[in-house]
């Protein structure tokens, strides 16, 4: 997507540790024209599936997630960050290691939430080690339903979360793939 790969070129910013801060228009402040043609994208992508759910994880998905929702018309599910000690019976709960704070989290959905006839589109902003997705598979295939996809807004692609996803039998698309980048000079590639 020109658009996006311009404004991480124009707005992103290379940190050590293999970090992208696109803190400008995806991760704090929210450009949301650049989140409406993100939202076309993906459904340009995955038009010809029926999708009834898209799910996300808190905090960074949600944004995106609930503007590509509108041009599904489905709602939208974001797995919550939890306590272990509030983990019951009604939930899914699987284990996340964030990328970027180096923890893990316990992460839940509600029974309520996801049935086996659903056919989810898994939305997220980043891909690095693929911890997240993995996660957020294993919710939907817990509770029996489908996981028709995974759209990311940005992939870096010199981590092995892509190889990790794609190697498990799902559609994944990104809409940015970063091939390379440089912290101590500024410069980002893409596949
Ligand atoms: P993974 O689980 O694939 O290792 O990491 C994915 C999650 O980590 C994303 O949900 C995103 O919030 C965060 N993340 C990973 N890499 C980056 C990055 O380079 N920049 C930002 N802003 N977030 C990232």
Do not use: W
Request: aromatic share 8%; net charge negative; proline share 1%.
């Amino acid at each position: 997507m020109k658009l996006l790969q311009d404004r991480i070129i124009e707005d992103g910013n290379v940190k050590s540790g293999n970090v992208l801060k696109v803190d400008n228009f995806l991760n704090h402040q929210m450009d949301i024209e650049l989140f409406n043609e993100i939202g076309k994208e993906f459904k340009r992508i995955f038009s010809e599936c029926s999708i009834n759910k898209i799910l996300t994880i808190e905090a960074s998905g949600i944004g995106i997630a609930c503007i590509t929702a509108q041009y599904f018309n489905a709602p939208v599910v974001f797995a919550k960050k939890a306590q272990s000690i509030n983990i019951d019976g009604d939930v899914y709960s699987t284990k996340i290691e964030s990328f970027t704070h180096k923890k893990t989290y316990d992460v839940i959905v509600s029974k309520k939430f996801i049935s086996p006839e659903d056919r989810v589109l898994i939305i997220d902003d980043f891909l690095a080690n693929g911890c997240a997705l993995a996660g957020l598979i294993d919710i939907v295939r817990s509770a029996g339903a489908t996981v028709e996809g995974i759209g990311i807004v940005i992939e870096k692609g010199f981590q092995n979360g892509g190889d990790i996803i794609r190697n498990m039998g799902v559609r994944l698309e990104s809409l940015a793939i970063v091939e390379s980048m440089d912290a101590e000079n500024g410069t980002i590639e893409f596949r």
